[in-house]
């Protein structure tokens, strides 16, 4: 599976982005399909995730309520809408495939994708 993020941009606090990934090779709805993120100098932390179905999601405490995962099967797309941004949002965001969304939060990961760099500025 290969996995292409992009949407990424600088924005100013309290702004709203939307990311998206492509995925190809096997089936999307295969797996399911998580964002990761990573600034500079910290470690990459979860951010959300989403089962193969669609019904079940997960979130970080610090984007809960801010950010909304999902997905477009049929367009083998995942997406991250990001509401209300703040400085401490900046930090390249990642895709990634897993087996399930519980693992994912493990930082289980079966493919990674490229990320796609957002700054928010204040």
């Known amino acids: 599976v290969q996995l292409q993020a992009s949407g990424g941009g600088l924005v100013q606090a309290g702004d709203s982005l939307r990311v998206s990934c492509v995925g190809s090779g096997r089936p999307f709805v295969s797996f399911a399909m998580g964002w990761f993120r990573q600034a500079p100098g910290k470690e990459r932390e979860f951010v959300a995730a989403?089962?193969?179905?669609?019904?079940?999601?997960d979130y970080a405490d610090s984007v809960q309520g801010r950010f909304t995962v999902s997905r477009d099967s049929g367009k083998n797309t995942l997406y991250l809408e990001m509401n209300s941004l703040k400085p401490e949002d900046a930090a390249v965001y990642y895709c990634a495939a897993g087996k399930r969304v519980d693992a994912l939060r493990q930082h289980e990961v079966t493919y990674w994708g490229q990320g796609t760099q957002v700054t928010v500025s204040s």
């Open positions: 989403i089962s193969w179905s669609g019904i079940r999601t």
